[in-house]
């Protein structure tokens, strides 16, 4: 045998030893131990470098959602690691194992009835993370909130009111709900279109103008106003193409009347707007003469 051939069978015989059934298991233990401490080191690094990038911007009204970079990159670094955990697992069972086949099937049956829940929210996992990305708001059962985390088995949600602001509360969700219960999307991003109402109560004693003069006005000012609603500028609100408002009354007992105003645009452009047409509602009010005590 030459030196070739030697160094050659040296090698195969080490290798063999290497990734024999004793040193396997041994190498897959030392990867999961290797991958979670790099997703450890990484996630902090990439915490540490957001943050102190974002933390003069803060207050940025062009960014308020900065923290959700974090959220997406921590998102990658799970799915590689779930991703590497079951390829090293599922190798381990199939070249491995040598237990019977209908041992494994009643096992297996045994596992699926026992962890009916957690093996549904492994199936969830992969659907819930095709179907939705991290900083979408939803609706699930009777709670709101923006996805921030798809894990094997929750999905953390940062829970949101109806204007879009964090509640300052946390859910944690097990993945099964999102194969039992209702999932509703919420277009509540600072440049989403919204619809906002604007209720303004009129009576005759409040202000200089009647009531049929008060309303043409306010009309000509929406008119003048607010743009013509197109399918490009209409969000979901549909029933708003060809409309600049809508506008609806009210008549109380009371004799009081409420004027109801539909606006649909983004969030900041309607708060201007809304600005702009209390400015105007209150140029008409009858100021009041103060109280004597």
Same mark, same amino acid.
């Given at each position: 045998?030459?030196?070739?051939?030697?160094?050659?069978?040296?090698? !195969?015989?080490?290798?063999?030893? =290497?990734?024999?059934?004793?040193?396997?298991?041994?190498?897959?233990?030392?990867?999961?131990?290797?991958?979670?401490?790099?997703?450890?080191?990484?996630?902090?690094?990439?915490?540490?470098?957001?943050?102190?990038?974002?933390?003069?911007?803060?207050?940025?009204?062009?960014?308020?959602?900065?923290?959700?970079?974090?959220?997406?990159?921590?998102?990658?670094?799970?799915?590689?690691?779930?991703?590497? =955990?079951?390829?090293?697992?599922?190798?381990?069972?199939?070249?491995?194992?040598?237990?019977?086949?209908?041992?494994?099937?009643?096992?297996?049956?045994?596992?699926?009835?026992?962890?009916?829940?957690?093996?549904?929210?492994?199936?969830?996992?992969?659907?819930?993370?095709?179907?939705?990305?991290?900083?979408?708001?939803?609706?699930?059962?009777?709670?709101?909130?923006?996805?921030?985390?798809?894990?094997?088995?929750?999905?953390?949600?940062?829970?949101?009111?109806?204007?879009?602001?964090?509640?300052?509360?946390?859910?944690?969700?097990?993945?099964?709900?999102?194969?039992?219960?209702?999932?509703?999307?919420?277009?509540?991003?600072?440049?989403?279109?919204?619809?906002?109402?604007?209720?303004?109560?009129?009576?005759?004693?409040?202000?200089?103008?009647?009531?049929?003069?008060?309303?043409?006005?306010? $009309?000509?000012? =929406?008119?003048?106003?607010?743009?013509?609603?197109? $399918?490009?500028?209409?969000?979901? !609100?549909?029933?708003?193409?060809?409309?600049?408002?809508?506008?609806?009354?009210?008549?109380?007992?009371?004799?009081?009347?409420?004027?109801?105003?539909?606006?649909?645009? $983004?969030?900041?452009?309607?708060?201007?707007?809304?600005?702009?047409?209390?400015?105007?509602?209150?140029?008409?009010?009858?100021? $009041?003469?103060?109280?004597?005590?």
């Amino acid at each position: 045998m030459t030196t070739i051939d030697h160094i050659v069978a040296t090698l !195969f015989d080490s290798t063999e030893k =290497l990734w024999d059934k004793d040193s396997l298991i041994i190498w897959v233990i030392f990867a999961v131990i290797l991958i979670e401490t790099i997703a450890i080191f990484l996630k902090r690094w990439i915490k540490a470098r957001i943050f102190a990038i974002q933390k003069d911007l803060v207050t940025d009204t062009e960014n308020p959602e900065y923290y959700l970079e974090y959220y997406r990159k921590w998102q990658i670094i799970d799915i590689i690691r779930f991703a590497v =955990l079951f390829v090293g697992l599922g190798t381990l069972i199939v070249t491995r194992t040598s237990i019977g086949a209908n041992f494994f099937v009643i096992v297996a049956g045994a596992l699926v009835i026992t962890f009916r829940d957690f093996i549904l929210s492994m199936v969830a996992f992969f659907i819930v993370l095709r179907r939705y990305k991290i900083g979408e708001t939803i609706w699930i059962g009777d709670i709101q909130g923006q996805i921030i985390s798809i894990r094997m088995f929750t999905v953390w949600l940062l829970g949101k009111d109806n204007d879009g602001d964090n509640t300052g509360r946390h859910f944690t969700i097990p993945g099964h709900k999102f194969l039992t219960e209702t999932i509703r999307r919420e277009e509540l991003q600072v440049e989403s279109i919204r619809k906002e109402l604007i209720r303004i109560p009129y009576s005759h004693e409040s202000y200089s103008l009647n009531f049929a003069d008060f309303n043409r006005e306010l $009309k000509n000012v =929406l008119n003048t106003m607010l743009p013509m609603i197109t $399918k490009k500028n209409c969000g979901n !609100f549909q029933t708003y193409i060809g409309y600049k408002y809508k506008l609806d009354i009210d008549y109380y007992e009371d004799k009081c009347i409420t004027i109801t105003v539909g606006i649909i645009g $983004k969030w900041r452009k309607n708060v201007e707007r809304k600005e702009q047409i209390v400015e105007w509602t209150e140029q008409y009010r009858i100021q $009041k003469p103060p109280k004597e005590y």
